[in-house]
């Protein structure tokens, strides 16, 4: 199968081999779970339980509100013991609604219903299932997979990419997850196609992995999955990227993949799809990678939703010397986290304590204009002349020039030969703009408010004067009644 090429993207140090060759281990069950009903774009879950209950693994203690949510489970079997504000897996450090779990160490299973057949199930269904088991895109966004099958059956997709690529240096949980559950991954990837009534489906794995690239083969052998090997290259996990790889198809700006006939899911993905229809297991755990200069002994652990980051590096040896930095996901685009008390969470693919050298921090010089990080960037912008209008504060131009298409990846700050951090002009700037934005919706409001007390305020008014107008006009047609009376009986 032809590929296709791409546009910029970068090489970064992979730095995979501390990890990428020790099978995953379990983690032990820390004393406590913390888990937050915020874990996926959209409206955050409601709990469902109060401080004293007895829960199953797998039980419902939080459901989503809205269109775009989620549901949360119990990791596993234990009491409530906390229902409240923790710290939250975000550099802002701040509180986030959470459900904290005491575990009995028991691990007794919450029973659904599993069906004789998974592929028998209608369509909606499998969305269904996947939805009821909180199942969100485990490559890092986040976003609900129920809402996506559902939205790509609709449009009637014809293509599931699946993306195998984990790009992100370090990071090796999809690759360890590929080789051992390459079985269940298949499984998983053919529920999803039926699901949406896709005619193909393509499974994208950088050619770094080998081991990955023949277990999934082997697992697809006798299905219609086909598996493909695509360059390693940064950021091939990026699901634009890897559609334009795989099928040279363009997603339009501010576009979806649903756009041009594509739904895109991690492998991660659709092995919880595998687990929540074939095995009745909502989403409780994920593979991460714990790795980093900084780590005694890195490796990749199935980690209950809410267990504390210290614990995972406890289990890993702890750290060999002071981490300079810790973060959650990958270094491209990972959060810096400033504690080891937040919990990890359905979209944490990586926890990693860098040291001084692996950060390689350096004072920016100025901008020489040698247009590198035009190169890098993999969406064709302009990071040097949009990063200029960022430092004018000049943000319509700097949209003008494509900042809302730009992913965040980080590649032209990494080829950058002055060190400039072009990716934190960007995000201030978009930040700046969503707050912009939303003091916009807020005027917007109060103006609405306002206009509709003023409507209020003369309507209420108006009532009055035509009470107080009919009042006078009863008193006089009464008063004249009575003297048409007193007339007629004086006549009479």
């Not at 269904?128 to 088991?133: K, L, N, P, T």
């Not at 697809?220 to 999955?225: I, Q």
Request: some cysteine; aromatic content about 4%; hydrophobic content about 45%.
């Amino acid at each position: 199968m032809k590929l296709f090429k791409m546009r910029g993207g970068v090489h970064p140090e992979a730095r995979k081999a501390d990890s990428s060759e020790r099978p995953i281990r379990i983690l032990p069950l820390p004393p406590l779970l913390h888990v937050p009903l915020q874990q996926h774009i959209g409206a955050p879950a409601k709990p469902v339980v109060r401080v004293g209950d007895k829960v199953l693994a797998g039980q419902l203690v939080g459901v989503g509100q809205g269109h775009v949510s989620a549901p949360v489970h119990a990791p596993t079997s234990g009491t409530v013991v906390a229902i409240g504000d923790h710290p939250a897996p975000h550099p802002s450090g701040l509180s986030a609604a959470t459900v904290t779990i005491a575990p009995d160490g028991e691990g007794r299973w919450f029973e659904y219903e599993v069906p004789a057949d998974p592929f028998a199930l209608a369509p909606d269904d499998i969305a269904a299932r996947a939805g009821a088991a909180g199942i969100v895109g485990l490559g890092g966004a986040a976003f609900p997979s129920s809402v996506k099958l559902d939205a790509s059956r609709q449009s009637g997709v014809d293509t599931l990419v699946i993306n195998g690529g984990e790009c992100e240096p370090y990071l090796t949980c999809d690759d360890r997850i590929m080789r051992e559950r390459a079985s269940e991954i298949v499984t998983g990837i053919r529920l999803i196609q039926h699901a949406v009534g896709a005619t193909r489906a393509l499974v994208g794995i950088e050619d770094n992995k080998p081991e990955a690239l023949a277990a999934m083969r082997a697992a697809a052998a006798a299905t219609d999955v086909q598996i493909r090997a695509v360059p390693a290259m940064y950021p091939m996990g990026w699901e634009k990227q890897m559609i334009h790889a795989l099928l040279g198809r363009e997603v339009p700006a501010e576009g979806r993949s649903a756009d041009i006939g594509v739904l895109v899911h991690n492998v991660a993905t659709a092995w919880a799809v595998q687990q929540a229809v074939c095995q009745g297991r909502p989403l409780v755990s994920r593979i991460v990678t714990v790795s980093g200069g900084a780590v005694v002994a890195p490796c990749n652990l199935e980690v209950p939703i809410g267990a504390p980051v210290q614990a995972l590096f406890d289990v890993c040896g702890g750290f060999r010397t002071t981490p300079a930095r810790l973060v959650l996901g990958g270094p491209m685009m990972g959060q810096q986290i400033a504690r080891t008390s937040v919990p990890v969470v359905k979209g944490t693919s990586g926890v990693l304590a860098l040291t001084q050298a692996e950060i390689g921090l350096t004072r920016p010089a100025p901008c020489i204009r040698c247009s590198t990080c035009v190169r890098a960037c993999p969406v064709g912008l302009l990071p040097l002349e949009i990063a200029a209008r960022v430092r004018s504060d000049d943000l319509a131009g700097a949209v003008a020039l494509g900042l809302k298409d730009c992913i965040g990846c980080g590649s032209c700050s990494y080829v950058c030969p002055s060190g400039i951090p072009l990716v934190h002009f960007f995000n201030y700037a978009k930040g700046d703009l969503a707050a912009q934005a939303r003091s916009k919706a807020k005027q917007e409001t109060t103006r609405k408010l306002a206009a509709e007390r003023s409507a209020r305020i003369e309507r209420i008014a108006r009532e009055r004067e035509e009470a107080a107008a009919a009042r006078k006009a009863a008193k006089a047609a009464k008063e004249a009644a009575a003297r048409a009376a007193a007339t007629t009986e004086a006549a009479a």
